[in-house]
Structure formats: structure tokens, C-alpha cells
């Protein structure tokens, strides 16, 4: 006969949900400590699906930004989404962001003429490199030399992502964080000031 608790480290390994057909919808275990501020009742309540769906639904990417751009940014806003039943996915989607905010920034140079290097073996890829795009943005003024540093950390963040050595967990509100500064730099990008 398993107790309570023996069944409870079943579904967890480590701090990490393992979703089950008992708890999949359920809230993670994780989310318990956070809280949000309720103006109407002057003081801080438990997270709820319904309130992180708004709080997520907050950012989103205009209309201007290419349908493909749109796509990359639904799925890891998604996933930010759903982290409220699997916190894990917090992570996941904020790492997707940073590729989203690449994907953008290639496609944005390569749309305005950016070509990538050469390859010594006369292949190359379809756009340039990120850094390369990064610059040609900045010289077509399209990112301002004070923000090409948080470009380039958002660069560095996502080849940190993509080379782990552990699973990073992050908060609820550097998720939105993330969620709030991709949104207003892809949209800075397509609507034409940074």
C-alpha cells in the first residue's frame, strides 16, 4: 500500500513534474509560493490559470511581423501558457523566445538585402549569421547602437540554451519579463523604430 507522499514523489523527479493522467491538468506544485497583487482586495492571492493567461495574453506581436515570426512566438508563448500545469515549460518557452528574437533578426536582414558569408566550399546559408544581421540592422538604423548590447546578451543567451549542462528552472515573472521585451523588439523591428 503507497502513502500519499510515495505517490506525490511519483509524480515529481527532482522538481520537475511527471505529468500523469491524474495530474496533467492540474496546477504544478511549483506554482504554490507564487503570488499575484489584487488591487480589489489590497493584497497578494494565489496564481490562477485564468489570471496567467490574461497576465501572458498581455504581450503579443503585431500584425506587421511576418506570419512565419507570428508562428515561432504563439508556440513558445504556448508553452509559457502551459507552464502553469508543467512549471518546466516556463523555461522552455522563455529559450524559445530567444530563438524567436534570432529568427526575427535574421529574416528582418535578409528581407533588407543582409547575405550571409560565402562559404569556402561555395555553399552558404540561406541568411546571414545572427551577429551579422545583428550589425546590419544596427547600420540600416533599425536597432540603435545603445540597444545592440541586449541584442547581443540575447544572443548569448540563446547559445547558452542550446548547449546546456543543466536544466535551468526560471520564475514566473522573468518568463513574462522575457515574454514583454521579445514582443516590443520584434515589433520595433517591423514597424520601423527600435
Same mark, same amino acid.
Given at each position: 500500500?503507497?502513502?500519499?507522499?510515495?505517490?506525490?514523489?511519483?509524480?515529481?523527479?527532482?522538481?520537475?513534474?511527471?505529468?500523469?493522467?491524474?495530474?496533467?491538468?492540474?496546477?504544478?506544485?511549483?506554482?504554490?509560493?507564487?503570488?499575484?497583487?489584487?488591487?480589489?482586495?489590497?493584497?497578494?492571492?494565489?496564481?490562477?490559470?485564468?489570471?496567467?493567461?490574461?497576465?501572458?495574453?498581455?504581450?503579443?506581436?503585431?500584425?506587421?511581423?511576418? +506570419?512565419? *515570426?507570428?508562428? @515561432?512566438?504563439?508556440?513558445?508563448?504556448?508553452?509559457?501558457?502551459?507552464?502553469?500545469?508543467?512549471?518546466?515549460?516556463? +523555461?522552455?518557452?522563455?529559450?524559445? @523566445?530567444?530563438?524567436?528574437?534570432?529568427?526575427?533578426?535574421?529574416?528582418?536582414?535578409?528581407?533588407?538585402?543582409?547575405?550571409?558569408?560565402?562559404?569556402?566550399?561555395?555553399?552558404?546559408?540561406?541568411?546571414?549569421?545572427?551577429?551579422?544581421?545583428?550589425?546590419?540592422? *544596427?547600420?540600416?538604423?533599425?536597432?540603435?547602437?545603445?540597444?545592440?548590447?541586449?541584442?547581443?546578451?540575447?544572443?548569448?543567451?540563446?547559445?547558452?540554451?542550446?548547449?546546456?549542462?543543466?536544466? +535551468? *528552472?526560471?520564475?514566473?515573472?522573468?518568463?513574462?519579463?522575457?515574454?514583454?521585451? +521579445?514582443?516590443?523588439?520584434?515589433?520595433?523591428?517591423?514597424?520601423?523604430?527600435?
Amino acid at each position: 500500500m503507497s502513502s500519499a507522499s510515495d505517490e506525490m514523489r511519483s509524480d515529481f523527479m527532482n522538481g520537475i513534474k511527471l505529468a500523469t493522467l491524474g495530474n496533467w491538468l492540474d496546477q504544478d506544485e511549483a506554482w504554490r509560493p507564487w503570488r499575484k497583487f489584487s488591487p480589489e482586495l489590497m493584497g497578494y492571492v494565489p496564481d490562477t490559470a485564468e489570471s496567467w493567461l490574461e497576465d501572458v495574453h498581455t504581450y503579443s506581436v503585431s500584425a506587421k511581423v511576418p +506570419t512565419k *515570426i507570428r508562428k @515561432l512566438y504563439e508556440v513558445a508563448r504556448n508553452a509559457i501558457i502551459y507552464g502553469f500545469f508543467c512549471y518546466s515549460l516556463l +523555461t522552455l518557452g522563455v529559450e524559445q @523566445l530567444l530563438r524567436v528574437l534570432e529568427a526575427s533578426v535574421r529574416i528582418k536582414a535578409a528581407d533588407l538585402g543582409c547575405k550571409p558569408k560565402p562559404m569556402p566550399n561555395g555553399h552558404s546559408d540561406e541568411v546571414a549569421s545572427y551577429g551579422k544581421s545583428i550589425q546590419f540592422l *544596427i547600420e540600416k538604423g533599425l536597432i540603435s547602437i545603445a540597444e545592440a548590447n541586449s541584442w547581443d546578451a540575447a544572443r548569448n543567451l540563446r547559445n547558452y540554451a542550446s548547449h546546456p549542462k543543466m536544466q +535551468t *528552472i526560471l520564475l514566473p515573472s522573468h518568463a513574462l519579463g522575457q515574454l514583454r521585451l +521579445t514582443a516590443q523588439r520584434i515589433n520595433a523591428l517591423y514597424e520601423g523604430s527600435e
